[in-house]
Structure formats: structure tokens, C-alpha cells
């Protein structure tokens, strides 16, 4: 068993490092809210007062922060993490976060002789919660070794992308992926219902034909297709439409610094802004079909 620093009790963070408690890694966790770490202490954790303090003697320290500018301040810098760390430590940051920051953490940790991954996840806040997240990581093959070893108890697929920042390039293609199939099965599902079809036949029919694709399958975007979606739910999330928005401008961010133009991307990214600013933030991602009965 290993000793781990966990930094970043949010909605994922939290039960994933609960998750390593339970497969029996020594835990110590830090967090800014002190609401988060005690209820990491509540299931086994100890809770250090720094992230440096947590990271003291560990073995592998992992973060799961909100965007790339959380993920530079912890890291970088002569009063930053890696500064403080042994090389022997592995270091695996789980954020969604731009994919130059994340080269820009992994460059500063190789110099120093520390083995750095980006390891977004997909899959959410009831993945976490299950241990079965899809981690996609960024690194070199010695550490990607050492880092499955961790990540397997919190999640069941782990990839290895390619170097520092892949992980976060995968992570930007999928869900640019998402964004649009979500967008793509509400149309033709729309322009069934308004041509006499019942969704239900229509998403049954599609599911047996070439239109077969993740939103169709597991996540119906029509209200009563599918009883456990948030589509028969008041669209009550699941995956919400301010973190797709994040994630749309984290894509077109790569998109951009390779200079590929990906249109179906951008408009993607235009229809989940106008959903957004008409007051859908907090609700699931699946909702865009009400923008497109509207
Ligand atoms: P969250 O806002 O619930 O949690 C972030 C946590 O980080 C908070 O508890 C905050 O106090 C803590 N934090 C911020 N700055 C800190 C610092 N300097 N030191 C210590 N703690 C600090 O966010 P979340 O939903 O858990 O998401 C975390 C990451 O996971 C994001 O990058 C998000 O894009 C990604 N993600 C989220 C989901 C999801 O469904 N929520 C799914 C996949 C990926």
C-alpha cells in the first residue's frame, strides 16, 4: 500500500480519494474548504494544513483542482509543490485543465527529475464515487508503470495517451466528441417528433441503424426515452452545461495552438454559450434540446 497526498476535495476529488482510503492507501488530504477535508477525515483520511504538509514523506501526490490557473499556482514556482518534493515522488494531477499548462507542470517536474502525469478523468461525479472513472494520461512510460498502480483504485480504463499534455488533448477531443453526437441525436430526434414519430421508436430504430452513438445508448436526451436519464428528470445533472462549456473552450484551445479548424466544434461550443447564457449553467448537458425546440 502506498502513502498519498491528495489536494482538491471537490465533487470528484472528494470521493476518489475516499476511494483510496478504502483500498487501503495511507491518505493525507488538503483542501482550502475545511468542510471538505473533514469529511475526508470522517472516512479515514488524515488532513494536513498545506498541500506542502500533506505531500511530506508520500509516495505519489495527486490533485484534483478546477482549471489550469489552480493546477500552476500548487505546482510552479520557487514556493510551489514541485520545488518541495522528493524525485522519488510520482505526481498525477486528475483536472480538466488547458493542455499548455499541463506541459508546462510536467516540463517544470522533469527538470527536476519528478515523474508528472495529467490524468483527467471521464465519467462523473457517481463514477468517482464507484471507483469506476476513465483516466487518460500524459507522461512518460515509467511513470505511466507507477501511476496505474494507484489509479486502478479509482477507476476501471487507463490509457496511456502519449507524453505530458496528452492526457489533456484526449480529454478535449472526447468530450468535443460528446458535444456534438449530444447535439447531432437531439436534432434528429427533434425532427422525428415533429414529423409524427414517437421518440421512443425512433431512438430504437437509430439504436439498431448506422445513427448508433453514446448520447443515443446510454444518455436519451428526450424526456421519457430512457427512465434514469436527466432528460426524464428535469434534466437535473448529471454532467452540466457550464463544465461541457469549459471543457468546449478547452478543445477549441488546442484546436487553435495546432491551427485546425474544426467547425463542427465551434458551432458546438456557440450553442452550448447561448444554452449557457440563457440560464441553463447547472443543468445536464442533454437540456441543448430544449435550445433546439425553442
Ligand atoms: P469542485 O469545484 O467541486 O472541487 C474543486 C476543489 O478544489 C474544491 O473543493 C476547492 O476548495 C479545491 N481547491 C481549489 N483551489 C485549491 C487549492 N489551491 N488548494 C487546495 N484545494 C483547492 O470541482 P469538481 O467538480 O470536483 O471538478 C474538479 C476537476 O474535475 C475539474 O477540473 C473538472 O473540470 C473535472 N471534472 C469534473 C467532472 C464533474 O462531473 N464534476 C467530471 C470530469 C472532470
Known amino acids: 500500500m502506498a502513502k498519498v497526498a491528495f489536494i482538491g476535495l471537490g465533487n470528484m476529488g472528494g ?23 473533514e469529511q475526508l477525515r470522517a472516512a479515514g483520511a488524515a488532513v494536513a494544513e498545506s498541500a506542502g504538509a500533506a505531500a511530506a514523506g508520500v509516495d505519489y501526490v495527486l490533485s484534483m483542482l478546477p482549471a489550469g490557473k489552480h493546477v500552476a499556482a500548487i505546482y510552479l514556482g520557487d514556493e ?10 510520482t505526481v498525477l494531477d486528475c483536472s480538466t485543465i488547458d493542455a499548455a499548462t499541463a506541459r508546462r507542470v510536467g ?12 490524468s483527467p478523468v471521464s465519467g462523473g461525479v457517481a463514477a468517482a464515487a464507484a471507483g469506476t472513472l476513465a483516466f487518460m494520461c500524459g507522461g512518460s512510460a515509467e511513470t505511466f508503470a507507477r501511476a496505474r498502480l494507484i489509479l486502478a483504485d479509482m477507476g476501471k480504463n487507463i490509457f496511456h495517451a502519449g507524453p505530458a499534455g496528452a492526457g489533456q488533448v484526449a480529454k478535449g477531443c472526447n468530450n468535443m ?6 447535439i447531432g441525436t437531439c436534432e434528429a430526434l427533434e425532427m422525428g417528433a415533429r414529423n ?45 452545461v457550464d463544465l461541457m462549456v469549459k471543457d468546449l473552450g478547452l478543445a477549441l484551445e488546442i484546436a487553435e495552438q495546432s491551427s485546425f479548424n474544426n467547425p463542427m466544434g465551434q458551432l458546438a461550443q456557440e450553442l452550448y454559450r447561448q444554452h449557457q447564457q440563457d440560464g441553463n449553467g447547472e443543468r445536464d448537458f442533454s437540456s441543448i434540446l430544449e435550445k433546439l425546440r425553442s
Open 107 to 118: 516540463e517544470a517536474a522533469a527538470e527536476l527529475g519528478i515523474g508528472f502525469m495529467d
Open 80 to 89: 510551489g509543490l514541485l520545488a518541495q518534493l522528493d524525485a522519488s515522488i
Open 15 to 37: 470521493p476518489m480519494a475516499t476511494n483510496l482510503v478504502k483500498a487501503g492507501h495511507e491518505v493525507t488530504v488538503f483542501d482550502l474548504s475545511e468542510a471538505a477535508c
Open 196 to 240: 409524427g414519430l414517437d421518440p421512443k421508436v425512433l431512438s430504437e430504430i437509430m439504436l439498431a441503424s448506422s445513427g448508433r452513438n453514446w448520447s443515443l445508448e446510454v444518455y436519451n436526451p428526450y424526456p421519457g426515452v430512457m427512465e434514469n436519464a436527466p432528460a426524464s428528470n428535469g434534466y437535473k445533472p448529471g454532467f452540466m
Open 177 to 182: 466528441l460528446l458535444a456534438i453526437h449530444m
